[in-house]
């Protein structure tokens, strides 16, 4: 594997504020330092092998998302200059280069904001069995990864381990207010038609994804990472076929390698052969350059 996969990040003096299955994220000065590592997980697991440029993937595409829906949401992220940095921090350039965002600390909503707009994954397993998806009818005889007549807003749970579990609108508004479930079902519609538009302009397609927001000085404001290969389903335009599965930009690869060897699921996870690795990667820094036009 290339020298450049980070695993884990080793910041002496700075206080770690939480470690989650891909990003290290540390308190400085009232912000939050947030450092996406090549981490993978798969199946709630965090895999033994890095996914070289992974990293730098998900910082750089969150950095241009949060710059084209400027107009749209207020956001978390204040830079990734490193130059901008506190000067504690400089020192760390190796390690934060590229994968790292100097973000205002907000206080979360404890809600994962799901858009869907094509019928997929837990989704299409739900219809299969009931017609439904997160308990939202649809018409009969949609096929797998089929459009949506209109998208729409699915909240989960937030869970640190193990899998989020979807719950209804209703429940929602009863954990946080009407009104703000009303403002966050919205907000999540709109930065979702927006971006789903850009990106089909591009040649991907966003089947779903997922946002997070949270409140500064009484603001709402979008969080965490955004429309990356992470947090998404990326379909290629150009090979979307209605009716099956379908070619992903995401870590779905690996998931089907995992699947191959049959593994347990259960820990410990396997490593993955470089190939692998490295053909993940590429379909990582592909969805960027895609959505970009840019080279990493």
């Known amino acids: 594997m290339p020298d450049t996969v980070i695993l884990h990040t080793e910041l002496p003096g700075i206080e770690k504020h939480a470690q989650g299955k891909v990003r290290d994220v540390y308190h400085v000065d009232g912000r939050l330092l947030i450092v996406a590592t090549d981490r993978i997980s798969a199946f709630d697991y965090i895999l033994p092998t890095g996914i070289p440029d992974k990293g730098r993937v998900l910082t750089q595409l969150s950095m241009f998302w949060f710059d084209f829906l400027r107009d749209v949401t207020p956001t978390h992220f204040l830079t990734a200059n490193v130059d901008e940095y506190p000067l504690e921090l400089r020192q760390f350039r190796e390690q934060l280069e590229g994968r790292s965002m100097l973000v205002k600390r907000a206080q979360m909503v404890e809600i994962e904001c799901v858009a869907r707009g094509y019928l997929a994954g837990s989704g299409w397993k739900e219809y299969q069995a009931h017609g439904t998806v997160c308990g939202i009818p649809l018409p009969a005889g949609l096929r797998e990864s089929d459009r949506l007549p209109a998208p729409i807003f699915t909240p989960s749970t937030k869970a640190q381990t193990g899998h989020d579990e979807n719950i209804s609108f209703e429940t929602m508004c009863a954990r946080v207010g009407a009104d703000l479930g ?26 779903d994804t997922k946002f997070e927001f949270g409140f500064v000085d009484g603001e709402l404001l979008l969080g965490d990472e955004v429309l990356t290969p992470d947090s998404s389903r990326f379909w290629p335009v150009d090979s979307y076929r209605p009716g099956g599965a379908q070619f992903s930009y995401d870590k779905q690869y690996v998931r089907d390698y995992l699947e ?14 470089d190939d692998v690795a490295g053909r993940t990667g590429e379909k990582y820094r592909q969805a960027y350059r895609v959505l970009t036009g840019k080279e990493l």
């Open 260 to 273: 191959s060897i049959h593994w347990s699921k259960q820990p410990p996870a396997p490593p993955l052969p």
């Open 182 to 207: 009303t403002r966050l079902r919205d907000l999540t519609l709109r930065i979702y038609s927006r971006a789903a538009a850009y990106a089909e302009a591009k040649g991907v397609i966003i089947a």
